[in-house]
């Protein structure tokens, strides 16, 4: 699977915007761009998926770039219980269709 | 529409006792997948199951540590003869069977091994 790469660390103000940067410059033509979140030592929850067109549901927005190298997950008005670890996954067509998580960014949603 | 189920939610097992862990996917759900997160890491894969296989074990140490989903019940995750670094979140996940169906997890299994 493609490797991803994100900022470790990232704060928003209670209210505006979050934009979540993610690279995956490898990524291969049948990969699809997945989005999980784990606040404090919850299980991971996912957030949003795509493979080529951006993507909108009740909690985000996922825009990828027309080359799909890279994407940005969005959440419109961020509230203090948006503060967590935001990860970034791309899920290959490998055997097992696993998720591989890497480091993220830890997001601080400030008041 | 219940999620991932998982119990216990907590499990205290002294060194050399058997750990058994249990995970109820979402209904529909044919796939199941276990992680583990040590304390203050990252979550790292260990086996992928469909109904009564093992699909990649590839994550999980070789020994001590077993997985099964059979049939009828939940998928257990059974770890022999606990050490005190076996202490953990273990996660389970459940999909459908597609790469564009999403895996959900379930609230973990925190092991304490005494």
């Known amino acids: 699977d493609a490797k991803t790469t994100q900022p470790p660390s990232m704060d928003c103000a209670e209210g505006r915007a979050a934009n979540l940067p993610c690279n995956h410059s490898t990524i291969s033509g049948n990969e699809y761009v997945y989005w999980y979140r784990q606040i404090h030592s919850q299980g991971p929850q996912y957030i949003i998926h795509g493979l080529k067109n951006n993507e909108t549901n009740e909690m985000a927005s996922l825009i990828i770039t027309e080359d799909r190298k890279s994407s940005t997950l969005i959440l419109p008005h961020a509230t203090l219980r948006d503060t967590a670890v935001y990860y970034c996954?791309?899920?290959?067509?490998?055997?097992?269709?696993?998720?591989?998580f890497g480091g993220g960014t830890r997001l601080m949603v400030k008041p | 529409n219940a999620g991932v189920m998982q119990n216990p939610r907590h499990l205290v097992r002294r060194r050399g006792q058997e750990a058994r862990l249990r995970c109820s996917p979402m209904k529909g759900h044919s796939h199941v997948y276990w992680y583990r997160q040590l304390p203050e890491e990252g979550l790292k894969f260990m086996v992928y199951?469909?109904?009564?296989?093992?699909?990649?074990e590839s994550g999980m140490p070789k020994e001590r540590f077993s997985a099964e989903f059979p049939k009828e019940g939940p998928s257990i995750l059974r770890i022999q003869q606990v050490v005190r670094g076996d202490s953990a979140a273990y996660f389970c996940a459940s999909s459908r069977d597609s790469i564009n169906s999403p895996l959900h997890f379930g609230n973990g299994t925190r092991l304490t091994v005494t």
């Open positions: 996954i791309v899920r290959g067509n490998n055997a097992g269709n696993m998720l591989t």
């Open positions: 199951l469909q109904k009564e296989n093992i699909i990649d």
